[in-house]
């Protein structure tokens, strides 16, 4: 095993590990190499300098899905994207002027747009991945008429704040 900070990490297989059960590992040796940056880490890709990457930015799913030598594998994750607000102080101390919150936001378009449809809403906090997870619970649907009237229910006028 290898270790540069920032730069490097190669693996090797342990072929005395009790756990392999006589066969050879599949992989002999792992490199690993830090490519912060989107535009290197993807140009590394597609010039088979790298054979996996991970964090690919949404825009260019498609253009990997499409290359010659490419494809995208993707995998249920408890990753979230979350949006939170303080709730202590008016007008989000009133839970309607939340609940109008989650009603105003179409979370469907906002995965479509700017997660390339890769994503679920969640309900509760949790994703199905983890652990506690209640498939009862049903994330709020779009629905900007149920968010201007609870708006104007709590007293908002013309049901905006």
Do not use: C
């Amino acid at each position: 095993m290898e270790w540069v900070k920032d730069e490097r990490l190669i693996m090797e297989a342990n072929r005395d590990w009790w756990g392999w059960e006589g066969r050879a590992p599949a992989i002999a040796r792992v490199l690993w190499r830090a490519i912060p940056d989107d535009f290197p880490r993807l140009v590394a890709l597609e010039k088979g300098d790298a054979d996996i990457v991970t964090s690919v930015p949404p825009d260019r799913i498609k253009s990997i899905a499409e290359g010659r030598n490419t494809r995208v594998v993707s995998v249920p994750s408890t990753r979230t994207v979350e949006f939170n607000i303080n709730s202590t102080q008016p007008p989000l101390s009133d839970k309607r002027v939340r609940q109008a919150l989650h009603y105003a936001l179409d979370v469907p378009a906002i995965i479509r747009s700017l997660f390339a449809g890769l994503g679920r809403p969640l309900a509760g906090g949790l994703a199905d991945t983890d652990f506690g997870y209640n498939p009862a619970l049903k994330p709020y649907p779009h629905d900007p008429a149920r968010a201007r009237a609870l708006l104007t229910e709590a007293g908002s006028p013309a049901g905006s704040t």
